[in-house]
T-cell receptor, first 114, second 111 residues
Framework: EPEVTQTPSHQVTQMGQEVILRCVPISNHLYFYWYRQILGQKVEFLVSFYNNEISEKSEIFDDQFSVERPDGSNFTLKIRSTKLEDSAMYFC????????????FGEGSRLTVL | ELKVEQNPLFLSMQEGKNYTIYCNYSTTSDRLYWYRQDPGKSLESLFVLLSNGAVKQEGRLMASLDTKARLSTLHITAAVHDLSATYFCAVDMTGTYKYIFGTGTRLKVLA
């Protein structure tokens, strides 16, 4: 069964360092998303991506964050200069359609900023 | 700004009992989704509700959608321990490319 894969599963970094989280969405999906979840709490929307550009972004997704699809399979989230409050679980998701399509989530990347 | 609220936030129930989780949202949408999350794990899709009056059932779980009331319910019938998890509803906003998740309901089923 097709699945969304994410790497790394856990990353520990020092405050101020750059981090790249990687995702491989399901191959025939067209819409890609990043969400984050702090300590098992609310699942917060960060950004959606379609046709090689950002479709929507939240207030959390400031200039420190960027996304790109460098090739036909990978979808990355970059945090340029990490802060302590960026510590969270980051989930990548993909869907076949923009509305009415369920999201399929990866297993998540746990980011710990020290 | 779309708000999606669930209640209760925490639910502890005995095996064999029935209960309902409620999901209210603040803006017009005719699409609602339910997800399950086990501790330390990812989110698993349970139900996709795409119209007013939609009802879906899987095992001991049944979800329904009332778009006029902006309300969805997740009903648990004869709960078993394996249903212990956190349940999230999510709404996609009309005209946007984002799904907003509810606050989550942490369910614990006691043997």
């Amino acid at each position: 069964e097709p699945e969304v894969t994410q790497t790394p599963s856990h990353q520990v970094t020092q405050m101020g360092q750059e981090v790249i989280l990687r995702c491989v969405p399901i191959s025939n999906h067209l819409y890609f998303y990043w969400y984050r979840q702090i300590l098992g709490q609310k699942v917060e929307f960060l950004v959606s991506f379609y046709n090689n550009e950002i479709s929507e972004k939240s207030e959390i997704f400031d200039d420190q964050f960027s996304v790109e699809r460098p090739d036909g399979s990978n979808f990355t989230l970059k945090i340029r200069s990490t802060k302590l409050e960026d510590s969270a679980m980051y989930f990548c998701a993909s869907s076949r359609s923009a509305r009415g399509g369920e999201l399929f989530f990866g297993e998540g990347s746990r980011l710990t900023v020290l | 700004e779309l708000k999606v609220e669930q209640n209760p936030l925490f639910l502890s129930m005995q095996e064999g009992k029935n209960y309902t989780i409620y999901c209210n949202y603040s803006t017009t949408s005719d699409r609602l989704y339910w997800y399950r999350q086990d501790p330390g794990k990812s989110l698993e899709s349970l139900f996709v509700l795409l119209s007013n009056g939609a009802v879906k059932q899987e095992g001991r779980l049944m979800a329904s959608l009332d778009t006029k009331a902006r309300l969805s319910t997740l009903h648990i019938t004869a709960a078993v321990h394996d249903l212990s998890a956190t349940y999230f509803c999510a709404v996609d906003m009309t005209g946007t490319y984002k799904y907003i998740f509810g606050t989550g309901t942490r369910l614990k089923v006691l043997a």
